[in-house]
């Protein structure tokens, strides 16, 4: 007999574990932790919006969308890109409505790549780039990325990281964990180097509104781009939908008729309440994204004032809601530094090797939270690195 | 510059570094910007809301429809001067529609606020009449919601 776990597969069995559990283990056995580790909105969707969903159900609109979804939300979506970013998307064949950004992440890497690919991953970067690569069998290729450069990618970097075996690029602007974006003149020499290489870019776009220094760029919008590129992104960032898994996925029809196989086969659709309340995000939401910017941006100086001050260097984010810190200075490793920080000083930050291996001497904080939890964090972290000196 | 008054407004308690930050300004336009809200009038106060209701302190609000007769060359302003001058009044709304004035009381009994409006605001000669409602339960307050719910105890999530 074979035991239990050994029907599990390798490649399942072999997916690291999120490098953070313990320390969630950790603060659910003490009190007064101000966590500034999860990467989620503090806000509660607007009340429109939940107001929305609710209506749904009191309708009893509780049967399945089609399973590319509502085509009104898809029809909202391409409305919405069009206006905010001057992307053009067929509401009816290029654009699928997926259960949040991740499932979108999901099925484009499975549409593209197995066994003998590489997907080309710019770290540090979200977890799941990695581990849905690795659940395809193909093989996640790093690429790290430098503080020196802010954490953008450069051509060189990525001319060094391609092989004749490179399918994907998985481009993650504004970026979690760092919060670097890049702007248009810096993905300009990205795009014109992809133009002529066989490379499909999975962009993920879900931090898009939270863009603190000029407007976002897309590499969609860069002659001949478009075509080749796999455009995710989702409510939950710039909406504060997190629970209520809704996003999207564009791309040309190609490419999306395969992707939506995989989602009609696993997922059907994506929940009808959340895409009803998504219609009334995309028609009347961008007044309170607009706002929840604005709150974002105050407290992200916030924080990175509070954490030079407390002797963290750390580049000016300016995008997401993440503070990436550069800890080495401390003489602690980063996950010292983050044990001893939670332990000691009762405050949760993510050391960065848990983004990937360059993320190693780096700590994510997000700064989607209270002023108070802000002010309170860094008089903390200056208490602990004071006793570092 | 509405990015100072907006910060304050969410929490007057920021020190002036703190208001500096996160508006990137110098410190010093910060304190002048502020200076010069205050002597303008545009900021009027730095208040704070309190839930009374869970502290001992006994206190009644009233809404109270009032209707007035303009006066000659002043319009309301000048009626409406003669009621919000009173202590008791909290609040004081010049409507549109059915009637003229909102006028909100506080008072530490219902029969205390009766007697002001029986004694104070319906005898005054512009006032014609007043409809007086009591507040029963306060839901929220200049944005903020009264009840507090506890946070759920939360499953921690690593993204």
Same mark, same amino acid.
């Given at each position: 007999?074979?035991?239990?776990?050994?029907?599990?597969?390798?490649?399942?069995?072999?997916?690291?574990?999120?490098?953070?559990?313990?320390?969630?283990?950790? /603060?659910? $056995?003490?009190?007064? %932790?101000?966590?500034? =580790?999860?990467?989620?909105?503090?806000?509660? !969707? &607007?009340?429109? *919006?939940?107001?929305?969903?609710?209506?749904?159900?009191?309708?009893?609109?509780?049967?399945?969308?089609?399973?590319?979804?509502?085509?009104?939300?898809?029809?909202?979506?391409?409305?919405?890109?069009?206006?905010?970013?001057?992307?053009?998307?067929?509401?009816?064949?290029?654009?699928?409505?997926?259960?949040?950004?991740?499932?979108?992440?999901?099925?484009?890497?499975?549409?593209?790549?197995?066994?003998?690919?590489?997907?080309? /991953?710019? $770290?540090?970067?979200? %977890?799941?780039?990695? =581990?849905?690569?690795?659940?395809?069998?193909? !093989? &996640?290729?790093? *690429?790290?990325?430098?503080?020196?450069?802010?954490?953008?990618?450069?051509?060189?970097?990525?001319?060094?990281?391609?092989?004749?075996?490179?399918?994907?690029?998985?481009?993650?602007?504004?970026?979690?964990?760092?919060?670097?974006?890049?702007?248009?003149?810096?993905?300009?020499?990205?795009?014109?180097?992809?133009?002529?290489?066989?490379?499909?870019?999975?962009?993920?776009?879900?931090?898009?509104?939270?863009?603190?220094?000029?407007?976002?760029?897309?590499?969609?919008?860069?002659?001949?781009?478009?075509?080749?590129?796999?455009?995710?992104?989702?409510?939950?960032?710039?909406?504060?939908?997190?629970?209520?898994?809704?996003?999207?996925?564009?791309?040309?029809?190609?490419?999306?008729?395969?992707?939506?196989?995989?989602?009609?086969?696993?997922?059907?659709?994506?929940?009808?309440?959340?895409?009803?309340?998504?219609?009334?995000?995309?028609?009347?939401?961008?007044?309170?994204?607009?706002?929840?910017?604005?709150?974002?941006?105050?407290?992200?100086?916030?924080?990175?004032?509070?954490?030079?001050?407390?002797?963290?260097?750390?580049?000016?984010?300016?995008?997401?809601?993440?503070?990436?810190?550069?800890?080495?200075?401390?003489?602690?490793?980063?996950?010292?530094?983050?044990?001893?920080?939670?332990?000691?000083?009762?405050?949760?930050?993510?050391?960065?090797?848990?983004?990937?291996?360059?993320?190693?001497?780096?700590?994510?904080?997000?700064?989607?939270?209270?002023?108070?939890?802000?002010?309170?964090?860094?008089?903390?972290?200056?208490?602990?690195?004071?006793?570092?000196? | 510059?509405?990015?100072?008054?907006?910060?304050?407004?969410?929490?007057?308690?920021?020190?002036?570094?703190?208001?500096?930050?996160?508006?990137?300004?110098?410190?010093?336009?910060?304190?002048?910007?502020?200076?010069?809200?205050?002597?303008?009038?545009?900021?009027?106060?730095?208040?704070?809301?309190?839930?009374?209701?869970?502290?001992?302190?006994?206190?009644?609000?009233?809404?109270?429809?009032?209707?007035?007769?303009?006066?000659?060359?002043?319009?309301?302003?000048?009626?409406?001067?003669?009621?919000?001058?009173?202590?008791?009044?909290?609040?004081?709304?010049?409507?549109?529609?059915?009637?003229?004035?909102?006028?909100?009381?506080?008072?530490?009994?219902?029969?205390?606020?009766?007697?002001?409006?029986?004694?104070?605001?319906?005898?005054?000669?512009?006032?014609?009449?007043?409809?007086?409602?009591?507040?029963?339960?306060?839901?929220?307050?200049?944005?903020?919601?009264?009840?507090?719910?506890?946070?759920?105890?939360?499953?921690?999530?690593?993204?």
């Amino acid at each position: 007999m074979r035991e239990i776990e050994d029907y599990i597969l390798p490649s399942i069995k072999n997916l690291p574990p999120s490098g953070i559990r313990k320390y969630f283990d950790m /603060i659910n $056995e003490m009190q007064d %932790v101000i966590s500034l =580790g999860v990467g989620e909105p503090d806000f509660v !969707t &607007p009340w429109n *919006i939940c107001e929305a969903g609710i209506f749904s159900l009191e309708k009893g609109q509780t049967s399945y969308s089609s399973n590319a979804g509502f085509i009104e939300l898809r029809k909202a979506i391409a409305d919405y890109l069009e206006r905010r970013f001057d992307m053009n998307y067929d509401a009816a064949e290029e654009i699928l409505v997926t259960v949040g950004g991740s499932e979108a992440i999901d099925i484009a890497l499975r549409t593209l790549v197995g066994p003998g690919d590489e997907v080309i /991953i710019p $770290e540090p970067s979200f %977890v799941a780039y990695t =581990g849905c690569t690795l659940m395809t069998g193909a !093989t &996640p290729v790093p *690429i790290a990325l430098q503080e020196k450069n802010s954490f953008k990618l450069t051509v060189e970097e990525l001319e060094a990281a391609i092989t004749p075996r490179s399918k994907v690029l998985i481009l993650g602007f504004p970026n979690n964990p760092t919060g670097a974006i890049m702007t248009r003149e810096e993905l300009a020499p990205i795009a014109k180097f992809l133009k002529d290489k066989d490379i499909i870019v999975i962009s993920d776009e879900i931090y898009a509104e939270l863009t603190y220094a000029g407007e976002h760029a897309s590499i969609t919008s860069f002659s001949g781009m478009r075509e080749k590129t796999i455009m995710v992104s989702g409510f939950s960032k710039a909406f504060a939908m997190t629970g209520w898994r809704i996003g999207y996925v564009c791309a040309p029809r190609v490419l999306m008729d395969a992707m939506k196989k995989i989602h009609q086969y696993a997922l059907m659709c994506s929940p009808t309440i959340a895409q009803k309340a998504a219609i009334e995000a995309m028609h009347n939401g961008q007044k309170d994204v607009d706002k929840m910017v604005r709150e974002y941006n105050r407290r992200r100086r916030l924080m990175v004032d509070g954490f030079r001050k407390a002797g963290l260097t750390c580049f000016e984010p300016l995008g997401a809601f993440y503070v990436f810190a550069n800890v080495s200075g401390t003489g602690l490793s980063s996950e010292e530094f983050c044990d001893r920080l939670l332990l000691e000083h009762k405050v949760l930050m993510v050391p960065g090797e848990a983004f990937g291996e360059s993320g190693r001497g780096f700590a994510r904080a997000t700064y989607a939270t209270s002023y108070e939890n802000i002010i309170e964090a860094c008089k903390r972290i200056k208490a602990f690195t004071d006793t570092l000196k | 510059m509405n990015e100072i008054l907006e910060i304050l407004e969410t929490n007057s308690k920021l020190t002036t570094a703190q208001v500096a930050v996160m508006a990137a300004m110098p410190e010093e336009d910060v304190l002048a910007a502020i200076a010069k809200y205050e002597a303008e009038g545009v900021i009027l106060g730095y208040n704070t809301t309190i839930n009374w209701e869970m502290t001992d302190k006994e206190l009644v609000t009233a809404l109270i429809e009032v209707k007035v007769t303009p006066q000659r060359g002043e319009g309301f302003d000048k009626v409406a001067e003669r009621i919000y001058r009173f202590e008791e009044v909290r609040d004081c709304y010049l409507m549109s529609g059915g009637f003229d004035l909102t006028v909100v009381i506080e008072g530490k009994t219902m029969k205390e606020v009766a007697l002001f409006v029986a004694e104070k605001l319906a005898p005054l000669e512009s006032v014609l009449s007043t409809s007086t409602h009591f507040v029963l339960k306060k839901y929220k307050d200049k944005g903020m919601v009264f009840e507090k719910r506890s946070p759920e105890a939360k499953e921690a999530i690593f993204l």
